[in-house]
Structures are given as C-alpha cells and as structure tokens.
C-alpha cells in the first residue's frame, strides 16, 4: 500500500487509460477523484463499490470553472490533493487526415483540451499540490511526439507541447517538492480505441510491426510505470518522459 492516504485526482479518468491508473493507484492505497466530461460520477460509484475510496465529479477540463470545482470537490472530499494526472485528451475521435485539411476550429479544440486542460488542472491543484509532503504530476504525452506521426498533426502538436509543459513545470514546481513527469504510451487499446474501429484499422499493424515486444498494448500496460511516478520509489526523479510502448520508440 504505497500510496495509502494519498489522494488522486485523474482527468478523463472515466474510462480507457486514466481509468485503469486510477484502479492501480486506488489499488495500493491513494483515495481516487475522477473528473470527467462523462460519466465520472458513474465510474467513482463503479470504483466504490470494488471497495475503492472514490469520487466522482463532471468536469470538462477546457473549461477554467469546471476545472476549479475539480479542485475544490477533490479537497472538500478527501482534505487535499497529492497525485495529479492530467489524462483526458482528445485522441479516440480524431479523424485521421492531411494537415492542410484541419480546420482552425479542430486545431482548437485539440489544444483546448489537450494542452489547456494540462494547465488549468495543474494550476487549479496548485495550492493542494504544494501543502502535500509528496506531490506529484504525472503528464501523460504520447509516442507521437517522438516519431511524428502523419496525419493526426493538431494531435502530434499537442502531445510535444505536453512533453515541454512537463519539463517546464517541473522546474517552477521543483522548490515547492512538486514532482512532475510524463508517461508516453505506445498504441494502446483504450476503451476509446475500441470504440473506433477505423482506428484500429489503421494503427494496430504498423504499431504491432514496429514493437520490440510485439504484442497489443492495454491500458495495465501504463500502471505499474504510473505507480512509479506517483509513490516513494521515484522521489528524486523530475522533468522526464517515460515511453512505455513495448520497445518502439528508444527515447
Ligand atoms: N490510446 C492510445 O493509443 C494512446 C496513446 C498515447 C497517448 N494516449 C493518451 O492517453 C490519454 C487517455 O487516452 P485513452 O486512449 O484512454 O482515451 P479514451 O478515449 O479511452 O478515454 C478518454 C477519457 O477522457 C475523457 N475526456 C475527453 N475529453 C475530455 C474533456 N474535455 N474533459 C474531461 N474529460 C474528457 C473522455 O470522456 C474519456 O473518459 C490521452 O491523454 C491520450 O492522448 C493514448
């Protein structure tokens, strides 16, 4: 129980990957808040009664009030905040095409979620983070920012901007005793993928042929490296990206 008494705030933590790290940090200890544009108050209910300590609350992380009531919900709660995961982003529903045909409104609301939504849950935890002994942020980026992924170009933008946050944050939070990494998964079969299978039709294979470890990827594939981050054993380790994608990408 690394994380008992701990308290987690995840963003898009309903389903798919921030789901499944919001089990494993619930798992070994930490008291779980979901913030989600759906159903987040749902699965809190689903996470309590597998006898987790969790809560729920809707939450568009795009937008500044929302946000700010994640914070407050998660301290009136459960008393602070010491684990944030930034999560939700918008990946699953993209349409794949052309850079030259994304429009200025798509290229908005991919960064109004994916990199806005970064900092505004950063900041709205801020004054929770800093009066918790152990602070953490655990970004998560993506493969893409590495390999430059064709095709998703608003989506490949957002993810090197998360990547830089991290790095930046990491230094203005460092005299508080904030820890702030990032985690880069592969492709991994979130429920949102699974959802799309236009998706999966395009990305699977190539994912599949470029791993060392050629196997799918799952949401419990980011877990353990997630505890990591968020307990003891990595409390001297801040500013860095962590690429879990079954040997694709070597950063
Ligand atoms: N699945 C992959 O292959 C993959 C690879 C690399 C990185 N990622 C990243 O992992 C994270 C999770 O992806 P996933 O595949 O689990 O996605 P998913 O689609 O399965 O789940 C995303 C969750 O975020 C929520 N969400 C979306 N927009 C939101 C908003 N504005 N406010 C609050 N919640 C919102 C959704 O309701 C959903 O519960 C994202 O940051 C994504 O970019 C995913």
Redesign the pocket.
């Known amino acids: 129980m690394k994380l008992a008494g701990k308290v987690a705030v995840i963003?898009?933590g309903?389903?798919?990957?921030?789901r499944a790290i919001a089990e494993g940090l619930a798992t070994e200890g930490a008291r779980i808040v979901i913030?989600?544009?759906?159903r987040a108050v749902e699965a809190a209910a689903a996470m309590s009664a597998q006898g987790f300590s969790a809560a729920g609350i809707a939450?568009?992380?795009?937008n500044e009030a929302d946000v700010e009531r994640m914070a407050k919900h998660a301290v009136e709660t459960f008393g602070g905040i010491d684990i944030l995961i930034p999560?939700?982003?918008?990946?699953?529903t993209i349409r794949p095409k052309p850079f030259h045909e994304i429009t200025a409104q798509e290229w908005r609301d991919v960064m109004d979620?994916n990199t806005l939504?970064v900092f505004l849950s950063v900041r709205a935890c801020l004054a929770a983070l800093s009066r918790s002994t152990s602070g953490r942020v655990i970004t998560?980026s993506?493969?893409v920012a590495f390999k430059g992924n064709p095709l998703y170009l608003h989506y490949v933008a957002s993810?090197g901007a998360v990547v830089s946050m991290t790095r930046s944050l990491a230094r203005e939070l460092g005299p508080r005793k904030i820890l702030v990494n990032s985690l880069a998964?592969?492709?991994?079969l979130?429920?949102?993928?699974l959802a799309n299978p236009a998706l999966i039709a395009g990305a699977r294979k190539p994912s599949l042929g470029g791993r060392t470890l050629e196997r799918d990827m799952y949401?419990s594939d980011l877990v353990g490296a997630a505890l990591f981050f968020a307990g003891p054993d990595s409390a001297f380790i801040t500013g860095q990206t962590l690429v879990v994608d079954g040997g694709t990408y070597f950063h």
């Open positions: 963003t898009g309903a389903m798919g990957i921030g913030a989600d544009r759906a939450t568009d992380v795009a999560n939700a982003a918008i990946f699953t979620v939504g998560i993506s493969g993810k998964p592969g492709f991994t979130s429920d949102g993928v949401p």
